[in-house]
Nanobody
Framework: QVQVVESGGGLVQPGGSLTLSCAAS????????MSWYRQAPGKERELVAG????????NYADSVKGRFTISRDNAKNTVYLQMNSLKPEDTAVYYC?????????????WGQGTQVTVSS
């Protein structure tokens, strides 16, 4: 069955770094674009970063540009989010999403999320 599993969250001090991982199975990973979203308490879920199926293009929210890097390894069915210079406002549950448009249907799969807390 389809599984999208995030890991790597935790508590980190301001200015610190974390790397999130998202391992996927049950679908053809290399055909899906991958994205990281986050949701802070009382706020809507927002797009943090995305990467195309081949890894050739990436996009970032303005709030994380220059600090976060998204990457993927299609051989390992895994997408990563390297987060540097973390700020308290980065505190949120981070979710991984896989999606693709076949030309007829839209397919998407969400992970269950991993908590990132930035605090001293």
């Amino acid at each position: 069955q389809v599984q999208v599993v995030e890991s790597g969250g935790g508590l980190v001090q301001p200015g610190g770094s974390l790397t999130l991982s998202c391992a996927a199975s049950g679908f053809t990973f290399s055909r899906y674009a991958m994205s990281w979203y986050r949701q802070a308490p009382g706020k809507e879920r927002e797009l943090v970063a995305g990467i195309t199926s081949s890894g050739g293009r990436t996009n970032y929210a303005d709030s994380v540009k220059g600090r976060f890097t998204i990457s993927r390894d299609n051989a390992k069915n895994t997408v990563y989010l390297q987060m540097n210079s973390l700020k308290p406002e980065d505190t949120a549950v981070y979710y991984c999403k896989a999606d693709r448009w076949s030309g007829i249907s839209y397919y998407y799969h969400w992970g269950q999320g991993t908590q990132v807390t930035v605090s001293s």
